[in-house]
């Protein structure tokens, strides 16, 4: 009778003769190392980082730095509340300790204004369809307390209509607002990558 393979016997046997890169696995924990100083960075905004970063091997701060900065531009995005803005000069500061670059802190002031605008237009839009759709809300309203016999109220959330006219519109701001933001994040990686 024929003995069955466990699955890691089986997965043993086809990476018999495959030899890991120690360098890779390396690179990838040195990055993973200063993804957790932007951990501690966002946890403690006083952190200095450039003595956080230090901590590593002088052979190895490249790659820290690197992830580090990987860890900070993936924070960059739109806000969903006023305060998400609250995160910018911690993602600055972060910035700061690696490009020493004055646009960086001119890149910031223009997000700031940016991220309130968008959420300023967010509301406003929100706002705006909730006006639009008043008249169609009050008339369901209307017939459903008739087909119940008592007041019955609707909320526009709930309404799959409204739901879906909103969840559009604000998919198509934030689309616009979000090629923006691809923007700035390649205008950083451009002075980090000069700074090398």
Same mark, same amino acid.
């Given at each position: 009778?024929?003995?069955?393979?466990?699955?890691? =016997?089986? $997965?043993? =046997?086809?990476?018999?003769?495959?030899?890991?890169?120690?360098?890779?696995?390396?690179?990838? &924990?040195?990055?993973?190392?200063?993804?957790?100083?932007?951990?501690?960075?966002?946890?403690? !905004?006083?952190?200095?980082? !450039?003595?956080?970063?230090?901590?590593?091997?002088?052979?190895? #701060?490249?790659?820290?730095?690197?992830?580090?900065?990987?860890?900070?531009?993936?924070?960059?995005?739109? !806000?969903? =509340?006023?305060?998400?803005?609250?995160?910018?000069?911690?993602?600055?500061?972060?910035?700061?300790?690696?490009?020493?670059?004055?646009?960086?802190?001119?890149?910031?002031?223009?997000?700031?204004?940016?991220?309130?605008?968008?959420?300023?237009?967010?509301?406003?839009?929100?706002?705006?369809?909730?006006?639009?759709?008043?008249?169609?809300?009050?008339?369901?309203? &209307? =017939?459903?307390?008739?087909?119940?016999?008592?007041?019955?109220?609707?909320?526009? $959330?709930?309404?799959?209509?409204?739901?879906?006219? #909103?969840?559009?519109?604000?998919?198509?701001?934030?689309?616009?607002?979000?090629?923006?933001?691809?923007?700035?994040?390649?205008?950083?990686?451009?002075?980090?990558?000069?700074?090398?």
């Amino acid at each position: 009778m024929a003995r069955i393979k466990s699955a890691l =016997e089986l $997965a043993l =046997e086809r990476t018999e003769g495959v030899q890991g890169d120690r360098s890779k696995l390396d690179e990838f &924990e040195e990055k993973q190392r200063g993804r957790k100083v932007y951990a501690r960075l966002s946890e403690d !905004p006083q952190l200095d980082v !450039p003595k956080a970063l230090q901590e590593a091997s002088e052979k190895n #701060l490249a790659w820290v730095k690197e992830g580090f900065f990987d860890a900070v531009l993936s924070n960059l995005n739109l !806000p969903n =509340e006023v305060t998400d803005l609250e995160r910018l000069p911690i993602l600055q500061k972060g910035l700061e300790a690696i490009i020493k670059d004055r646009k960086i802190g001119q890149i910031f002031e223009q997000i700031a204004q940016f991220f309130q605008q968008f959420l300023d237009n967010r509301t406003q839009m929100v706002e705006a369809i909730q006006k639009q759709f008043e008249g169609k809300i009050r008339k369901k309203e &209307e =017939e459903l307390s008739r087909q119940m016999g008592r007041r019955v109220r609707v909320d526009p $959330a709930a309404d799959p209509e409204f739901s879906q006219f #909103l969840r559009q519109n604000l998919g198509r701001l934030q689309e616009q607002y979000g090629q923006v933001v691809d923007k700035v994040r390649e205008e950083i990686t451009e002075l980090w990558q000069k700074r090398k």
